[in-house]
């Protein structure tokens, strides 16, 4: 079988380039502004790259580059004549997290195959890939890339062309392992695909002229359109201009993120059937009462602390308040490529409100702490401004743990938790005193079961065998 990459154009940005969002329309008008507004509302699921690809006349059209979806779709893109009125593509925003930060690594992928075209946006992670490469390569399959998306393309287009879309389809899946959440193109048809744990969200929604999937559900929002419901664990869903189908479903045991609810997904988003600032609202409920404290001012570290500070507000009736304005304009930190790049930013990023800290005991929330940089700097921020006493409450348990679902956190060294108690980081930010919010809290305030949850990167423990850990493992080991 011959898998030869379609020529595709890129559209560079100025910015080195750097697998996070995924989008995908058909519908019965041009697709390609919608797929890049939809693209816009999940830029927080990885700025490094994106990019959109079309299927029109038999053909397929790539277009992707380094830097924001506005960087990369600017006034200045040209989309060629005979794609204009494409009415079916698919989109992709990525922050890697495995494979190299190279461009040719950016989402979407496409590749032709024995059954045509095939294009794919991805977010997750392979966790055997390595293993599925190389048995892929000894069936004569060229990669270009060393991401983990091409090797999942590959299995998918060669287990379609040998059996079909739907047998093929069950038969790669029973291959893959780890997280994907796939919006996926085969030829004119578009398919959303989650993996049986269901790690990473996915939505499908519909306008007048259109059906859709997404990452999350504010994209439908900002589309003028409404959520349908989520791509159940495991479920293959057909989705065609003017209604959806799903094809099957895989069970096996469910595992959601907890990290979607606490910090990834927009709070303005509904995932798995919860609405994401509820969620946060409730885990600063349950952590002003696991967590008390004698003070004047609730402050959120802005904007990914906010809607715990609120409820922690609430729930001990002290007054809530603005104290740090963000520069909107500096990017998240915790998605920043190197530590130089996260320090200077959280440099950049915050200023403080003498009048709301200066002589207060501020209680001080934020969602969750990797690798401490950011609550270390804002501490002392407080302090200069003349904070009597510096509380700092996290919405979520200690991060103790590697992800290899598609979060970038791997390395156990960068974590601030890994070795020490909740006293010992206290005293290394700088704080009067510092708490954490409880497994047990996180699963209450998140309101589903315990057994549907994955807590892995705080408890050690995976919801399946990482086939390559082992390797991880040494490596990290080799270099800590
Ligand atoms: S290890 Fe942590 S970040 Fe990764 S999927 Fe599980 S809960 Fe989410």
Redesign the pocket.
């Known amino acids: 079988m011959d898998f030869r990459h379609p020529e595709f154009d890129t559209i560079t940005g100025q910015k080195p380039s750097e697998d996070c969002a995924v989008i995908g329309i058909t519908g019965t008008v041009p697709v390609f502004s919608s797929l890049v507004l939809g693209l816009k509302s999940l830029q927080h699921r990885g700025q490094e790259s994106a990019g959109i690809s079309l299927y029109n006349g038999g053909k397929i059209k790539l277009i992707k580059g380094p830097g924001l979806v506005s960087e990369v779709f600017g006034p200045e893109t040209e989309l060629p004549e005979a794609f204009a009125d494409s009415s079916v593509g698919i989109g992709h925003t990525r922050y890697s997290t495995k494979g190299s930060k190279s461009s040719q690594n950016a989402g979407p992928f496409a590749l032709s195959g024995a059954a045509g075209y095939f294009s794919v946006s991805h977010n997750g992670e392979i966790t055997n890939a390595e293993d599925l490469r190389r048995d892929l390569k000894r069936r004569g399959v060229a990669f270009v890339t060393n991401s983990d998306t091409e090797v999942l393309l590959a299995e998918i287009a060669r287990d379609i062309s040998q059996r079909g879309v739907e047998d093929g389809l069950r038969y790669a899946m029973s291959r893959l392992k780890g997280?994907y959440s796939l919006a996926l193109l085969i030829n004119e048809r578009l398919f959303a695909v989650r993996d049986p744990h269901g790690?990473r969200p996915l939505v499908i929604g519909k306008t007048k002229e259109s059906f859709m999937v997404a990452s999350e559900s504010c994209t439908f929002d900002v589309l003028g359109g409404e959520l349908i419901r989520d791509v159940l664990p495991g479920e293959v869903i057909e989705l065609t201009p003017r209604s959806y189908r799903s094809l099957f479903r895989i069970t096996g045991s469910i595992?959601h993120?907890?990290?979607?609810y606490v910090y990834f997904a927009r709070p303005d988003s509904i995932i798995d059937s919860a609405e994401v600032f509820r969620t946060r609202i409730e885990l600063g409920r349950i952590l002003a009462r696991e967590h008390p404290v004698d003070a004047d001012v609730v402050i959120p570290v802005p904007d990914s602390g906010r809607a715990q500070s609120l409820g922690f507000s609430e729930e001990s009736g002290i007054k809530y308040s603005e104290g740090l304005i963000k520069n909107r304009y500096s990017g998240r930190t915790f998605i920043m490529p190197t530590q130089e790049g996260r320090v200077n930013a959280i440099r950049l990023k915050l200023n403080p409100i003498k009048s709301a800290i200066e002589g207060k005991r501020v209680v001080l929330v934020d969602d969750s702490i990797v690798r401490g940089n950011t609550i270390k700097r804002i501490v002392s921020i407080l302090r200069k401004q003349g904070a009597k006493e510096v509380h700092v409450r996290i919405g979520s348990p200690m991060i103790v743990?590697p992800?290899?679902?598609?979060?970038d956190?791997k390395t156990r060294k960068d974590f601030i938790a890994r070795d020490r108690t909740a006293r010992e980081i206290c005293k290394e930010v700088g704080a009067d005193s510092l708490e954490y919010l409880s497994i047990d809290g996180l699963i209450r305030g998140i309101g589903m079961p315990s057994e549907r949850?994955?807590?892995?990167?705080?408890t050690g423990v995976?919801?399946e065998p990482i086939p390559e850990m082992e390797k991880v493992v040494q490596r990290e080991l080799e270099t800590y």
């Open positions: 997280a790690f595992s993120c907890m990290f979607e743990a992800c290899y679902y598609g979060v956190m949850l994955c807590k892995a990167c705080l995976y919801p």
